[in-house]
């Protein structure tokens, strides 16, 4: 049997409300086809364009098998290529992150504008016509303060996520804050292993200390179901759409992406020990009070996020292998903010740093679970994973549609 054959009946005979069978979380083939379909095919989130903040700043990302560059260009567009020399292929950007006029290339010294243009070739013959050997682009989409890219020769529309999460992430004026820290962790363990933890928080209480201090371990607030029956989530919604801050549940039909603002514990303001703000100068102009909980959004493959009034916390994933992934957190404060002054930043960073690590060590441990022989899928629990159980759906759902070859349809409009 090959192996898509053996991936399409597996996603056919899975149990619903179960995790997935081992080959979906060790195997390098199943990984090669979650790259092909998923990966390749799907808008995935890069960083911010605060990280650009003029022409020639640029960032680096690699994609499975695809490094690509992000830069800003002469005109104040974002733009992304291939990173790839169109001479013999030798990458032409090799930091993670930096600023130059033009985009050189190290082996040879093709040098591209930052359009992506070829502008000189160094001694190829008088015959030699810079114009069809521009860097290859790559489709790039900004909303709300995000960069997103897509790999596909044939994008999905990218307009109904704008159209959903500009409303809410606009209003806190992330194109206009600066990246006060970030790190990346690799976790042994699949991406989806990454993400099903991420989607519950049934494991919190007695995993993640200081989060449960400002973060509420409730499914209605971290799940996908039951938060506009609840009162306390009600109310909050109400108070924040009050002032002008779209709040409510909103979630994609295919549910590929959510967005909703959830109140933290006891009237906390930001993800500190002591519940407050770890900034004293609020991220953005336009939020004029505190107490405004965390917006939330995934955008499935690649992000979660928290936004709060003194900074924002970005998370991108990326798969390294079938049994690595790289997390990658960023904190992002007013671009005015001065460290020691506005804020410590080991307060900023403590309560994240120390869940991320902790996440990383149950994923490990879970992988490792996974490994064994004796491994069988397990069921989700009703009450505390229906996020686990949504993701897990729509991921089954998205390879079944694109091993068959009906799932390139642009996304639905958002419920």
Same mark, same amino acid.
């Given at each position: ?8 009946? =597996? ?33 995935? @989130? ?29 005109? /104040? ?11 013999? /292929? ?5 930091? +993670? ?46 909303? /709300?303060?995000?960069? @997103? ?19 809410? @992430?606009?209003?806190? =004026? ?28 049934? +494991? ?193 759902? @998205? ?17």
């Amino acid at each position: 049997m090959d192996i898509r054959t053996d991936m399409l009946n =597996r996603l056919r005979n899975r149990k619903p409300g179960f995790s997935l069978d081992q080959p979906f979380y060790i195997d390098p083939d199943f990984h090669q086809l979650d790259l092909e379909h998923i990966w390749y095919k799907d808008w995935l @989130f890069i960083g911010h364009d605060c990280e650009l903040p003029e022409a020639g700043n640029y960032l680096t990302v690699q994609v499975g098998a695809y490094p690509v560059v992000i830069v800003r260009d002469n005109e /104040g567009a974002v733009k992304a290529f291939h990173n790839s020399c169109r001479h013999r /292929g030798s990458r032409v950007c090799l930091e +993670h992150r930096g600023k130059a006029a033009k985009l050189v290339c190290p082996y040879h010294q093709w040098t591209y504008d930052l359009d992506g243009s070829l502008l000189y070739a160094r001694q190829m013959g008088e015959n030699f016509d810079t114009a069809g050997f521009g860097l290859q682009p790559v489709a790039c989409e900004a909303a /709300g303060g995000y960069i @997103f890219i897509s790999l596909a020769e044939k994008p999905l529309d990218f307009a109904p996520f704008r159209a959903a999460m500009e409303p809410y @992430f606009l209003p806190h =004026r992330l194109r206009d804050a600066k990246i006060a820290y970030e790190s990346t962790i690799i976790e042994k363990g699949n991406w989806k292993l990454v993400w099903e933890n991420n989607r519950e928080c049934y +494991h919190c209480a007695a995993n993640h200390p200081e989060l449960c201090k400002t973060y509420p371990e409730a499914p209605t607030a971290t799940g996908v179901n039951g938060a506009e029956d609840d009162p306390e989530i009600a109310e909050h919604w109400a108070k924040c759409e009050g002032i002008g801050l779209p709040s409510k549940f909103l979630m994609d039909r295919q549910g590929q992406f959510r967005t909703a603002r959830m109140p933290l514990l006891r009237d906390a303001i930001s993800y500190t020990i002591s519940g407050r703000k770890a900034v004293q100068l609020r991220l953005s102009d336009q939020v004029n009070t505190d107490r405004i909980g965390t917006l939330l959004l995934f955008h499935y493959p690649t992000t979660w996020n928290h936004v709060l009034s003194d900074h924002a916390i970005t998370f991108r994933v990326m798969p390294l292998s079938a049994t690595e992934t790289a997390v990658t957190t960023k904190w992002l404060v007013h671009k005015d903010a001065v460290e020691g002054i506005d804020y410590r930043l080991d307060e900023l960073i403590h309560v994240w740093t120390e869940t991320n690590d902790q996440d990383r060590q149950i994923v490990e441990e879970n992988a490792r679970g996974i490994h064994s022989p004796a491994y069988r899928p397990g069921p989700y629990s009703e009450i505390h994973e229906g996020g686990v159980a949504q993701f897990v759906e729509w991921y089954s759902n @998205f390879m079944e549609e694109r091993l068959t070859g009906t799932g390139n349809q642009p996304l639905r409009s958002v419920a």
